[in-house]
């Protein structure tokens, strides 16, 4: 068990709708990044979260969005859906937002994200 | 943009022995970090083994050990004594040291198939 956690565990929904995936940090970690892992694109970084603020973007489109709250709880909104969407998701986070020993990525178990 | 290629889709090995899985990365800084994640059919995503750059000697992990070849562009797992539980996917990923993103790019995996 990694520490980080992720609701709900699958997900299944029509094309055009929009949901909403949730991801608890390890305690103590303050980064949350997000990845999408697709059968034909691979792992891929969608966007990173630094203590409530944005850090960085990777190929997050822009019908996908991502907010880190207060108490470090991250949500990723995915609206718009479309087949190709279909993938698992995963929260991964880290301590310290630079490059240490220390920061290491812990993933969380994902969330399996079906659009029919 | 940094890449990593893992050229290996898929790789067996007999119970107790030992097998090595490769991985090549293009960048053009000096300091980074390596990864080895593993990927069991839960498709939760385990840490293996970490490698800094700027250290000469290679990382181990109890069976796992890396051949860190940083003027190649070369970070290959060695894994001895192979039990069942090493089957997986594994992936090779690449991290930034600077501030700022610190996401990870990953490869495209290897499945290892351990034969009893």
């Known amino acids: 068990d990694s520490g980080v956690t992720q609701t709900p565990k699958h997900l299944i929904t029509a094309t055009g709708q929009r949901v909403t995936l949730r991801c608890s940090p390890r305690?103590?970690?303050?980064?949350v990044y997000w990845y999408q892992q697709s059968l034909d694109q691979g792992l891929q970084f969608l966007i990173q979260y630094y203590n409530g603020e944005e850090r960085a973007k990777g190929n997050i489109l822009e019908r996908f969005s991502a907010q880190q709250f207060p108490d470090l709880h991250s949500e990723l909104n995915l609206s718009s859906l479309e087949l190709g969407d279909s993938a698992l998701y995963f929260c991964?986070?880290?301590?310290?937002?630079?490059?240490?020993?220390?920061?290491?990525?812990?993933f969380g178990p994902g969330t399996r994200l079906t659009v029919l | 943009a940094q890449t990593v290629t893992q050229s290996q889709p898929e790789m067996s090995v007999q119970e107790a022995e030992t097998v090595t899985l490769s991985c090549t990365y293009d960048?053009?800084?000096?300091?980074?970090?390596l990864f080895w994640y593993k990927q069991p059919p839960s498709r939760q995503m385990i840490l293996v083994i970490r490698?800094?750059?700027?250290?000469?000697q290679n990382a181990t992990e109890n069976r796992f050990s890396v051949n860190f070849q940083k003027a190649a562009k070369s970070f290959s797992l060695k894994i001895s004594d192979s039990q069942l539980g090493d089957a997986a996917m594994y992936f090779c990923?690449?991290?930034?040291?600077?501030?700022?993103?610190?996401?990870?790019?990953f490869g495209t995996g290897t499945r290892l198939t351990v034969i009893p």
């Open positions: 305690s103590g970690d303050l980064s």
């Open positions: 990923a690449y991290r930034r040291s600077q501030a700022g993103a610190n996401n990870l790019f």
């Open positions: 490698q800094e750059a700027y250290k000469q």
């Open positions: 960048t053009s800084e000096s300091d980074y970090y």
């Open positions: 991964a986070s880290s301590g310290r937002e630079v490059g240490g020993p220390t920061d290491t990525q812990y």
